[in-house]
């Protein structure tokens, strides 16, 4: 197991898992099958989709499996924040939704798949085959290493073949047109040449007009972006590892169950090592987390016994650490002290003042704390953040100003009656990169500009790019000879299919979240989490 470890070890392994036993559907779809987790906040269900359930523990492996893969493709972990700010949560909430729609779906149309085509699809994969043929002893210890039936895998392909036969029958239906390929060949072929007018909210800034009005208005729809964090401080006391390392060992079988559950720490570039290459290192290792296991051990007891009091002192004379004091500081700017322990500072966001909270694992140890006092968030009066506020408003007024004054040149230009001069790009061909001479890159903007025609020079809306609103307008069109058009047609529609099919699927994905979106729901205490 080891060699086929080392042979597909340059595919995305998350601790020692191929991702093809955990990734059910294609694309970004994650789907595990489970019984569901009891107790999920007394519900055991996390998503309802047109009356199917998505149990709490399918969900649970799901977002756990994209944050892995996701770590293990940028080579770091992930902090919460960042999690956050990459919506991760939601978007594995779209994927079980859209898995589980699409399955719907395809048994609507009435497609089926039949057990030789799982079989067949379960010999091709690679990571279950031995010199290019399909092993099945090999097939079942991997499955048997990730915890994986038989049943439940063979279960979650035949789901996968249904999804992708109902796939490719939405694919299939779409054809290219004669009209949509000579589009495209005109696209490539032809050169253009733009009038365009353009205005940035610098330009108009002198515009904006500041009133005490205005502000406070703007400060009642922004109070988000000018509320002060919460702030607390807390005493924690810090039980460190290492005060327990000198007083304990760790045998060879601990040693050596500790490497193989933890494989993922001792890859080489040709794969894992060896135990006898790592033995010492393991060793420390195992030493070092006997250690930690037993700060924990002492710090939940020192917990137990003082929390009815919520004595931190106390608690800290019996593990024999001293208690650190924090000042105020809000969850994004923690003390340097407590620099980079997210988790520590969440949990204490999220405790009550006053009493105790932990155990917390980190790096640096076990932590035990309590928080002292809490600042809770407020918006301040207008007065004394009225620098602020303006420096927003005159922003605000401004990209608004500038956004409307280019829709008026765009009337005006549509109209052929814009009084004012007008900039000229030069004669240019289409760009995937969207380069427009005199503009800069604004992809939309070329897109736009191709589809203009001498009958219908100018768009309805100017475009947002780099900066500024650009109202434009056709100025001449340069034809390219069609005569090439036809013996070219059948490479064009070739080209063109593969997009035109993608965007078929995406409409046809997005028309079934639109159909069912009232049937789609999602259990609220997974939304609080």
Do not use: C
Not at 25 to 43: Q, V
Not at 65 to 85: H, R, V, W
Not at 136 to 146: H, S
Not at 510 to 519: H, R, S, V
């Amino acid at each position: 197991m080891l060699g086929i470890m080392r042979k597909y070890k340059s595919s995305i392994i998350i601790k020692g898992v191929f991702i093809v036993i955990v990734l059910s559907f294609i694309g970004t779809i994650f789907l595990i099958w489970g019984k569901g987790e009891e107790g999920f906040k007394g519900s055991t269900y996390a998503l309802k989709v047109n009356g199917e359930q998505i149990p709490y523990e399918d969900y649970s492996r799901a977002y756990e499996q994209a944050k892995n893969s996701i770590q293990q493709i940028y080579g770091q972990q992930l902090t919460p924040e960042l999690e956050k700010q990459m919506g991760l949560r939601n978007m594995v909430i779209k994927s079980l939704v859209g898995a589980t729609l699409v399955k719907q779906e395809a048994k609507r149309m009435g497609l089926k798949v039949t057990e030789e085509e799982v079989v067949a699809a379960i010999a091709a994969i690679p990571v279950f085959q031995r010199n290019g043929v399909f092993d099945k002893q090999q097939y079942e210890e991997v499955l048997r290493m990730n915890r994986v039936t038989p049943q439940v895998f063979e279960a979650a392909q035949k789901d996968e073949l249904l999804m992708m036969k109902a796939r490719k029958a939405v694919a299939e239906r779409i054809s290219v047109t004669d009209d949509q390929a000579l589009k495209a060949f005109r696209k490539q072929h032809d050169r253009i040449e733009l009038n365009y007018v353009s205005v940035s909210p610098a330009d108009v800034r002198n515009r904006v007009k500041v009133t005490d009005q205005g502000l406070n208005s703007f400060l009642q729809q922004h109070e988000k972006e000018f509320r002060t964090q919460e702030q607390i401080s807390i005493s924690y006391a810090l039980i460190a590892p290492e005060r327990m390392a000198g007083s304990i060992s760790v045998s060879n079988d601990e040693v050596q169950s500790f490497y193989q559950k933890n494989l993922d720490r001792y890859q080489g570039k040709d794969g894992i090592l060896p135990f006898e290459e790592v033995r010492d290192r393991a060793r420390a290792d195992a030493l070092k987390f006997k250690a930690g296991k037993l700060a924990y051990e002492a710090a939940a007891d020192a917990l137990n016994k003082n929390m009815k009091t919520a004595d931190l002192k106390s608690a800290a004379r019996m593990l024999k650490v001293p208690v650190n004091d924090t000042p105020m500081f809000s969850q994004k700017n923690p003390p340097a002290s407590l620099a980079g322990e997210t988790n520590l500072i969440q949990k204490a966001f999220m405790l009550k003042q006053g009493a105790l909270g932990g155990p917390v694992e980190s790096g640096r140890g076990v932590y035990l704390f309590k928080v002292d006092a809490r600042k809770p968030a407020s918006v301040p009066p207008l007065s004394s953040i009225r620098s602020l506020v303006e420096k927003g408003f005159v922003e605000a007024e401004a990209r608004e100003l500038a956004a409307a004054t280019a829709g008026d040149f765009q009337a005006k230009l549509a109209k052929g009656n814009f009084g004012g001069s007008l900039q000229d790009t030069g004669p240019f061909s289409y760009s995937d990169k969207g380069h427009i001479p005199g503009i800069g890159a604004a992809p939309e903007i070329m897109e736009a500009a191709f589809n203009l025609t001498k009958s219908s020079p100018a768009p309805a809306s100017p475009f947002a790019a780099n900066g500024r609103w650009y109202a434009i307008r056709l100025k001449n069109r340069t034809e390219a000879d069609t005569a090439a058009f036809q013996k070219e047609k059948e490479q064009i529609k070739q080209a063109l299919l593969p997009r035109l099919q993608q965007e078929a699927l995406q409409k046809w994905m997005q028309g079934l979240f639109d159909k069912y979106k009232d049937k789609i729901k999602v259990n609220p205490a997974l939304e609080r989490e």
